[in-house]
């Protein structure tokens, strides 16, 4: 019993499961982007990346401290020859003493430093600049997988707003075929009244199955995209009727301080700069410091016995001299490289500048066209009720009143997908300037 109890629960468990759909609105569907794209996790990679680089270039500036420490067993003796006669006189008279004993021991703990080199010190400020470049990279990579997140999100809300047309036209054909085939059946209206509404029924259909496969292979783009596992169900809770205001023209300048990207090539310009200060740093000699301490001891027995201490300091200066052009071709190819970044920096303000242009164009144009599409819908609207009402009186024919619903679905649609183009252009245009938009509300 309680076997049977127990799958019973699992059953519906799973049934719930399955049948449970999380609801997104857009806030919550952008969190989920942010929280599960591989894009930006690999992006933030870089980030630790670029602060494992800037501490490895500070450690070049660093002091470095070693040990070392050794054991020597002798096996054999080791002898140093002395003349005797060079210090008694006579005769030549070598003699041999006993060098080394059966057990050494040494250690030495030493410290260098680098005191000047004009490498180092670049590296360490490149280290840091490109950290700032690496993070207005990850903030331009984040803010067009965000314009681009949102723009699926409103398609879909448009796709859902199109299959809910959809199938309403597809009953309303129905609806009216039935209708149709019933005073014909009574012989009120003609086979061919009978043929024209069959026909209209039945190209719905393929229509509203074709909106729902799109949007259904969008749902699975948006899971994708939002790390939402395939099999779970989505429901998206937006609507297109809040869309901003018209925005006013911005200038070039104040679009180029708010774009990440564009502040990342300045940081690049900045970086290159920095690159062939640290390629004519090869000119400057450096000096490097060095303190150390070894001990040594020696025995024939296993004790520490004659006994050495040492300490040491030194300074160590490299100039270089002459290396066959090769510091020469180094400054020149880091010039090279900032004449690259300047002049990609030219070309993203020229394109920037036509962009915002052609940006407010869309923005205006989309604007109009959605206020055209709302006036539309009204007159469709107004046009079906007077069908609705006419058709009630008998003085115009059911065929005439599906003709005016298929009118004003199709002007509902239009006005959808006017808003969602406006909405679309918004979504540019704050992406080009690099400020939000405030919503406003335009219900029909």
């Known amino acids: 019993m309680r076997i049977r109890i127990v799958i019973v629960m699992m059953i519906l468990a799973f049934a719930l499961q399955t049948g449970y759909a999380r609801e997104y609105d857009l806030d919550g569907f952008i969190a989920a982007v942010r929280r ?41 003796d080791y002898y140093m020859y002395f003349d005797l006669s060079s210090l008694m006189g006579g005769p030549p008279m070598v003699s041999q003493v006993p060098f080394k004993r059966d057990n050494e021991f040494s250690a030495m703990i030493g410290l260098d430093q680098t005191l000047f080199s004009a490498t180092v010190l670049y590296a360490v400020k490149a280290s840091r600049q490109y950290q700032a470049l690496v993070d207005q990279v990850f903030r331009a990579n984040e803010r067009a997988l965000v314009n681009g997140a949102r723009k699926l999100f409103f398609q879909a809300i448009l796709l859902d707003r199109v299959v809910e047309v959809a199938r309403n036209s597809e009953e309303n054909a129905l609806a009216g075929y039935r209708d149709v085939k019933q005073k014909y059946e009574q012989g009120q209206v003609s086979e061919f009244e009978l043929l024209r509404a069959e026909t209209r029924w039945r190209a719905a259909i393929p229509e509203t199955r074709q909106a729902e496969r799109n949007l259904d292979l969008l749902k699975n783009n948006l899971k994708k995209l939002a790390g939402i596992q395939q099999q779970e169900p989505l429901k998206l809770n937006g609507t297109l009727d809040a ?98 970044v300047r002049i990609r920096i030219e070309q993203m303000r020229d394109d920037l500048d036509t962009e915002l242009s052609d940006l407010f164009l869309k923005l205006d144009e989309a604007w109009q066209r959605m206020h055209s599409a709302r006036s539309t819908l009204k007159v469709a609207e107004k046009a079906f009720m007077i069908a609705e009402a006419t058709t009630r009186n008998g003085l115009t024919t059911q065929l005439d009143l599906k003709d005016a619903r298929a009118a004003m679905d199709q002007a509902l649609l239009g006005f959808y997908k006017a808003g969602y183009d406006y909405l679309e252009a918004c979504f540019d245009w704050e992406y080009a300037v690099g400020k939000p938009m405030h919503a406003s509300s335009t219900s029909r």
């Open 243 to 340: 869309v901003p205001a018209l925005p006013q023209k911005v200038t070039l300048e104040q679009a180029l301080s708010a774009r990440p990207d564009f502040q990342a090539l300045l940081k690049q310009e900045k970086l290159a700069e920095t690159g062939i200060q640290a390629a004519r740093g090869s000119y400057f000699p450096v000096v490097k410091g060095r303190a150390a301490f070894a001990y040594s001891a020696q025995s024939d027995a296993f004790r520490l016995e004659e006994e050495n201490r040492l300490w040491l300091v030194g300074i160590q200066l490299s100039v270089p001299l002459y290396t066959g052009g090769y510091r020469r071709a180094q400054v020149n190819k880091a010039k090279i490289e900032r004449e690259k």
């Open 36 to 76: 599960n794209s591989k894009a930006l996790r690999l992006a933030s990679r870089e980030l630790d990346n670029a602060r494992e680089q800037k501490r490895e270039a500070r450690a070049g500036a660093l002091p470095r401290v070693g040990v070392e420490a050794g054991y020597t067993r002798n096996l054999s």
